[in-house]
């Protein structure tokens, strides 16, 4: 079970980062990659709703002003022992692709998946490609699996340190600095 869209990507693009992002907002990304994809509305939402979108990624630190700001976006979770990695990922390709992929999202299951072939496993490729990453498995949905954990585990064992901003230190999880409610970003 999970979920995957690929879109072309028509913003300039910034910065190779990776971002952790909390695992509920990386699931409501879902619904505003059109936006986070193109800089231009082409008439389809209106133009009050474009900008209010625009600035919801903004705050997420997926733009910057009005460029992508991130190279590969991972979602996490907090408990009371630390953070935990979630298998997802939002990866822009060299070729200008945002794949989106929500390991637990009930939208598509590989035994009757319609897009396995002309989308599922080129994007597993091409991801593993451009990472360096071997695919092990010939089973999707375990390879995505596998994909994932190996991204995780390289990039926690080659970073240094991950920065952190101290605002809120102290507050409840769910204050950030605008006063607004993390879970609703």
């Not at 997926?62 to 939002?90: C, H, Q, R, S």
């Not at 822009?92 to 009757?112: G, K, M, S, V």
């Not at 375990?142 to 970073?159: C, G, T």
Request: with cysteine; aromatic share 12%; net charge neutral.
């Amino acid at each position: 079970m999970c979920l995957l869209v690929i879109n072309n990507v028509a913003r300039p693009i910034i910065s190779d980062d990776v971002i952790l992002l909390r695992d509920d907002s990386f699931s409501k990304v879902k619904d505003y990659l059109r936006v986070l994809s193109s800089d231009r509305r082409d008439g389809e939402i209106s133009k009050s709703y474009f900008y209010f979108i625009v600035d919801r990624l903004r705050r997420m630190g997926l733009l910057i002003d009005n460029a992508i700001g991130f190279k590969a976006v991972l979602p996490f979770t907090v408990n009371n022992k630390g953070i935990n990695l979630k298998e997802g990922i939002m990866y822009i390709t060299n070729d200008r692709h945002l794949i989106y992929f929500n390991y637990y999202d009930a939208t598509y299951q590989c035994d009757r998946c319609s897009i396995t072939t002309f989308s599922c496993v080129p994007s597993l490729k091409k991801i593993a490609h451009e990472l360096d990453i071997k695919i092990r498995s010939d089973i999707p949905n375990i390879a995505w699996y596998e994909l994932l954990e190996d991204i995780q585990y390289y990039l926690l064992e080659s970073s240094i340190f991950l920065r952190v901003k101290t605002t809120g230190i102290g507050k409840s999880s769910e204050v950030i600095k605008v006063g607004e409610y993390a879970r609703d970003l």
